[in-house]
């Protein structure tokens, strides 16, 4: 029996972290995927400040679904050492704040490069983010993501495959193939299917590549979900709206497309929502 649990990028609500936990606690929802907290990427935290952050949470009763790390969102030519000693720590906070999760890219390329021609440097990379993850017991969810190596559906599966690691998933984002001409259901969704770990909920207008409510673009979101439901998925649905520009959003988009539907968070957040219970009642 399928169930699709909720959890949402809290960050995109307002950077304070307690409005994020108490308007998701208005929507009844209660898992974060953990991006940006008080300002500042969870990544910057120490340790024992992530200590203090699970204390918070566990006074909402709101869980950690997954990290949203900006890990492998580095050029494939950065000092992969460095980052690898950012992701260590991060390991660790995965564990404070009691996730199982952390999300991960296939770091940006020069522009105009073929991909192909540093398939060899990123994919060992890959693998050996996995077997640290391993080494902790954590599971690396790759996200497809605007320009990374990993923003077809094709190089998606090959990550996935030359990794072959039961800490290398994949987090299925259906607006994140849009943007990048890639059709999300059915094509990268067949393909990447037995592979798929956890769900964003962000849909986006295929021509433009604007993100809109879910089930008002080009992604076939309901259809997706019908299917997922059918197929047995137990897992998270993560609503990441991405209707209104919200703080630390430049350091994570390259020029994103952003639909300005509301101006704050709580209420772009509550369009997004909206959006998905109602895709959700009518399964």
Do not use: W
Request: charge should be negative.
């Amino acid at each position: 029996m399928s169930e699709f649990i909720l959890s949402a990028f809290g960050d995109e609500i307002a950077p304070d972290l307690n409005i994020q936990l108490e308007v998701l606690k208005s929507h009844n929802i209660k898992f974060i995927e953990m991006r940006g907290v008080n300002g500042r990427n969870i990544v910057d935290y120490s340790v024992d400040e992530a200590r203090i952050i699970k204390n918070q949470l566990d006074d909402s009763r709101i869980s950690v679904s997954a990290i949203g790390s900006p890990i492998g969102k580095i050029n494939v030519n950065d000092d992969f050492n460095k980052h690898l000693e950012v992701f260590d720590k991060l390991l660790d906070i995965a564990k404070v704040l009691d996730t199982q999760y952390i999300r991960v890219f296939s770091f940006y390329m020069p522009k105009g490069d073929k991909p192909e021609a540093y398939r060899n440097d990123i994919l060992p990379k890959m693998k050996k983010l996995a077997e640290r993850a391993a080494e902790k017991g954590i599971v690396l969810l790759h996200e497809n993501e605007k320009e990374i190596y990993g923003d077809t559906a094709e190089r998606c599966l090959e990550i996935v495959e030359y990794v072959n690691s039961p800490n290398l998933r994949l987090t299925f984002d259906p607006a994140n193939f849009a943007q990048c001409n890639v059709e999300a259901f059915p094509h990268a969704y067949e393909l990447l299917k037995k592979h798929i770990e956890y769900v964003h909920i962000k849909d986006a207008i295929f021509k433009s590549g604007n993100v809109v409510p879910a089930g008002l673009g080009d992604c076939k979101i309901p259809e997706m979900l019908k299917d997922l439901k059918l197929s047995g998925y137990k897992g998270f649905l993560s609503i990441e709206p991405h209707l209104a520009a919200f703080k630390g959003l430049e350091d994570l988009e390259n020029g994103s497309n952003i639909l300005k539907i509301k101006e704050s968070g709580t209420s772009s957040f509550s369009v997004a929502f909206d959006a998905l219970d109602k895709i959700l009642k009518s399964l």
